[in-house]
């Protein structure tokens, strides 16, 4: 059979997913023949095989034993950054905790209560404080100082002021962990610019302003990567949660691996969580075979050309984009839209991911396309309505794939890692492409299920992991900080037994 009949084949059968690994929903209907195997030239370099997915797995797999490397770190694309976070809930944990998040140009305090007796992580009040302009441009000190300000509004709001209370910080620029209680920014991203503050401990500034305000106080501090807080939140309900996932915006995962293999940081016993940053996977050159002329131009109009090559094939940020880019090159074939685009359609950014969740929609998908197209001033056919459904159903269906096949990669090494024939595992998941694209769950999961088919991998969507999950970790290492000063007390007074044993034997 010639490959063009194969993929005629694969194409008209693709409505129902497969098990030679094709898992994709295409809505194929509507479309005349002659048309679709015009539309699908430009298609079908996104539809990635089985194979492919494997060999992208694989050279994942190598990425990350770099990251993972004293010597090779840094020149991997793939950052694998040590969290310090050493293990996951056990459902011991309990009290009252304090979150705070800061992405953007809002950031939110939190007061999250844990409830050992019923295994619930409850918000009990949440604040969000806005940042002004000339403070996100200001001084690190003014930062600090409306940060502590806000915090101090909350804990009065709360009633809270006479306790001492942990807190966990979602603090999401580029940071490079030193400890659990120790974070260096490395730089503002976010239209953030405030001076003094990179190359400092975030968490000494954040002590320092509360300690200039001097009416409350905190006890202990843990950083919190938002991946990671994602896999937390979740920890609590299901304790085999071992993976965190995010994706929205932008994408990223974390998961717990084996102290041996993280060289970078000492200690050879138990694991820690690693910060995979994988959306950097390809930087090095490592995917140009999968990358279609769309994502060329998406990367080289971005603001950060060359970085973050796969975030770019599957997040939030960049689908509608890629989407766009596809439906401007048929409208040039005059395969759309009789030839002409609008100037909507010109636009770059006018395209939003949201428009592809509406057309995807299973019921109202195609009533949705034809009042987008309308929006975007584009003259259009049933026809035309049914390829922009048929692009979205492509473009998505790609994300979720090369999704799988990192999610993937991760799973297989972490059964690997404990020498498991078979390993039961949960993933913590967020993020609006996840979330709101109607296939891309069901997607993803049959890709994983094909490409780790030794992992029994559940899904579970996470709640609030920048805030919720923040005090989650902040929990989970005061327990393990009581529990090494318990064993540091036991482990002397044993010695002072043996001691006394002695003693007596002399």
């Not at 306790?163 to 999401?172: H, R």
């Not at 890629?322 to 609008?342: D, I, Q």
């Amino acid at each position: 059979m010639s490959n063009a009949e194969t993929n005629e084949n694969s194409i008209q059968a693709s409505k129902k997913p497969k098990q030679s690994g094709d898992t994709a929903t295409l809505h194929l209907d509507g479309i005349p023949q002659d048309t679709l195997s015009e539309v699908e030239k430009y298609l079908e370099p996104f539809r990635l095989s089985l194979e492919k997915l494997q060999e992208v797995s694989a050279r994942l797999w190598k990425d990350m034993i770099r990251g993972l490397g004293k010597h090779t770190h840094h020149r991997a694309s793939v950052k694998m950054l040590p969290t310090f976070v050493r293990a996951t809930p056990d459902g011991t944990e309990n009290g009252d905790f304090l979150a705070l998040d800061l992405g953007g140009t809002n950031f939110r305090v939190l007061h999250v209560r844990v409830m050992e007796e019923e295994q619930k992580v409850l918000k009990m009040d949440s604040q969000i404080c806005a940042i002004p302009q000339e403070i996100m441009l200001g001084t690190g000190e003014q930062l600090f100082d409306h940060i502590a300000a806000c915090l101090s509004e909350f804990l009065d709001s709360q009633k809270l002021k006479g306790q001492t209370l942990p807190l966990g910080f979602t603090f999401s620029f580029p940071c490079e962990q030193k400890e659990i209680d120790k974070s260096i920014l490395i730089h503002w991203t976010k239209g953030f610019n405030c001076s003094g503050v990179e190359g400092q401990d975030i968490v000494k500034l954040l002590k320092e302003a509360i300690h200039r305000r001097g009416d409350y106080d905190i006890s202990s501090v843990a950083m919190v990567n938002d991946t990671v807080g994602t896999m937390m939140s979740c920890g609590y309900r299901d304790q085999s949660c071992e993976i965190g996932m995010i994706i929205g915006t932008g994408t990223n995962a974390c998961y717990m691996e084996e102290m041996k293999n993280v060289k970078r940081v000492e200690g050879e016993d138990g694991r820690m969580c690693i910060n995979t940053e994988w959306g950097g996977f390809g930087d090095d050159g490592s995917l140009q075979d999968i990358l279609t002329e769309f994502d060329r131009v998406v990367d080289k109009t971005s603001i950060n050309p060359g970085v973050h090559t796969f975030e770019k094939m599957i997040s939030g940020m960049y689908l509608g984009e890629v989407v766009r880019l596809v439906l401007m090159k048929l409208t040039e074939e005059k395969l759309l839209f009789k030839g002409e685009a609008s100037e909507a359609l010109r636009t770059p950014g006018k395209f939003e991911t949201k428009f592809i969740s509406q057309i995807e929609e299973p019921d109202s998908g195609l009533e949705n396309a034809k009042k987008i197209l309308t929006e975007l001033d584009l003259k259009w056919d049933l026809v035309d309505a049914c390829v922009v459904r048929l692009v979205c159903d492509t473009i998505s269906s790609r994300s979720a794939r090369l999704c799988a096949a990192a999610l993937a990669t991760i799973a297989n090494r972490i059964r690997v890692n404990r020498g498991l024939d078979n390993l039961k595992t949960t993933v913590g998941v967020d993020g609006t492409v996840y979330k709101k694209l109607p296939n891309f769950s069901d997607e993803l999961q049959a890709a994983v299920r094909l490409l780790a088919p030794k992992c029994d991998i559940k899904f579970l969507v996470s709640e609030d992991g920048s805030g919720k999950g923040a005090a989650m970790v902040t929990a989970v290492a005061q327990r393990l900080a009581l529990q090494s000063r318990l064993l540091e007390d036991s482990d002397g007074e044993d010695e002072e037994e043996e001691e006394e044993e002695n003693g007596g034997n002399n």
